[in-house]
């Protein structure tokens, strides 16, 4: 929780393409959750729309781009820091430009966690956001020829291990319960300076760290080569291009219905969280009302429970999306006919009914009670749907969100 009123003040940054949709998809379903929950929040928008590719070529030569890149992260560090100096915990962003996100995600020290889990292995991936090509800069005087530099540092090495491990803990139940930790990069193109800083620092910690090249981790990886709990430290490039195969491995879902989240390791910022949809800014179909919006729900979900102290509302979340597929609501990615309006309204919908509230305990003295089974809207209700079911009438954005008003940090 966060500032004297002991509100959950979130942040929410929105960038082009479908980002203005899944930002309504997002205010909904907090709106819908604090009540549920009888948690208060505050979100705080900011007030920039920030560019994403097709919006940034768009602006004209190439040092207008470049200048728009650090335009954007100029704001959005500005914003980041304003979050903190509120004691915000977190935020949610839809998708913008590489350019401005890898420059926001150096100067802001970010690593991004996700994790994957079958009935042998748990998985932890660890992103390592700070360093490597995509977090390099181009020399583009030229029109044929871009030069793009970029760097490695041992003291960012050391602290992504350490962070890893940390979370990785926590996420296991403690260091010793951690199987094995593994790290892939892309090792011998950097000499072997990067191989000495990972061997050499888990000696200093404790730990055996198995350092492999990005290909040899596939291998062993669809070998299925390690069991019990694992943590795997990954390049950037190397876990962004193997997110969503690693999805599909572990059958966690697709990029347009999975959400991760990044924390923060700057100074003045340290330990905020990042929340952000896997899929991108999608600006092929922006504004047509059919982005898929499991991947907001979710995240909202994981805020209020991780942030808001909103026990359950993962869990909930997860079976309310089920259900509400279940009962036909999917958007045209999917295989369905339903706009991102009546998926939110539906999965919204199951979860406020399906179950009694979260904070409801029965009473020690509590005496008999007369249990009525309605038969006639139970499994005889039309498409076997229970009343928990959503029904397509009464789904609208209205419903879902009726009153919802964002406070903004100034520009």
């Given amino acids: 929780m966060s ?38 929040v505050d979100i705080v928008e900011c007030p920039h729309r920030f560019s994403t590719f097709f919006s940034a070529i768009a602006s004209g030569s190439v040092r207008e781009m470049r200048r728009g890149y650090e335009h954007d992260c100029a704001l959005y560090l500005d914003f980041v820091r304003e979050l903190a100096r509120r004691r915000a915990p977190a935020l949610f962003r839809t998708a913008m430009d ?76 403690g260091v010793e319960r951690i199987d094995h930790v593994l790290a892939a990069y892309k090792f011998h193109l950097l000499d072997r300076r990067l191989a000495d800083w990972v061997s050499e620092h888990g000696r200093h910690r404790g730990v055996s760290i198995g350092l492999f090249q990005p290909d040899t981790m596939n291998r062993n990886l669809l070998r299925d080569s390690y069991q019990g709990n694992v943590l795997i430290i990954g390049a950037n490039e190397w876990v962004d291009i193997m997110h969503v195969a690693l999805m599909s491995w572990y059958g966690t879902g697709t990029h347009e219905t999975r959400a991760a989240h990044s924390t923060y390791l700057a100074e003045g910022v340290t330990g905020m969280v990042e929340y952000q949809t896997v899929h991108g800014s999608a600006d092929d179909i922006a504004g047509q009302g059919v982005v898929n919006p499991q991947a907001t729900l979710r995240a909202a979900a994981a805020i209020m429970e991780r942030h808001g102290s909103c026990d359950g509302a993962m869990g909930r979340m997860e079976d309310s ?82 009153s919802w008003t964002a406070t903004t940090v100034p520009a």
């Fill in 3 to 40: 500032d004297v009123s002991n509100r959950l003040v979130v942040g929410l940054v929105t960038g082009g393409g479908t980002g203005p949709e899944v930002a309504v998809v997002f205010r909904c379903a907090l709106e819908h959750l604090s009540r549920f929950h009888e948690a208060p």
């Fill in 98 to 173: 590489a350019q401005t996100l890898y420059l926001a995600r150096v100067r802001l020290g970010a690593v991004k966690v996700d994790s994957f889990d079958t009935p042998d292995t748990r998985i932890l991936v660890v992103r390592d956001c700070g360093q490597g090509f995509y977090t390099g800069s181009n020399d583009a005087e030229s029109q044929d020829v871009v030069r793009r530099t970029c760097e490695f540092r041992r003291d960012w090495t050391e602290r992504v291990i350490d962070h890893a491990l940390a979370i990785a803990a926590a996420h296991f139940g």
């Fill in 321 to 402: 999306i089920e259900r509400a597929c279940q009962c036909g609501f999917n958007t045209p990615d999917e295989g369905g006919d339903h706009t991102t309006e009546e998926v939110t309204g539906a999965v919204l919908d199951v979860y406020g009914r399906s179950a009694a509230r979260v904070g409801w305990t029965r009473k020690a003295d509590a005496g008999q009670a007369l249990l009525i089974i309605d038969m006639q809207n139970d499994m005889c209700a039309p498409g076997g749907c229970s009343p928990t079911e959503p029904s397509r009438s009464n789904v609208t954005w209205k419903a879902a969100c009726p």
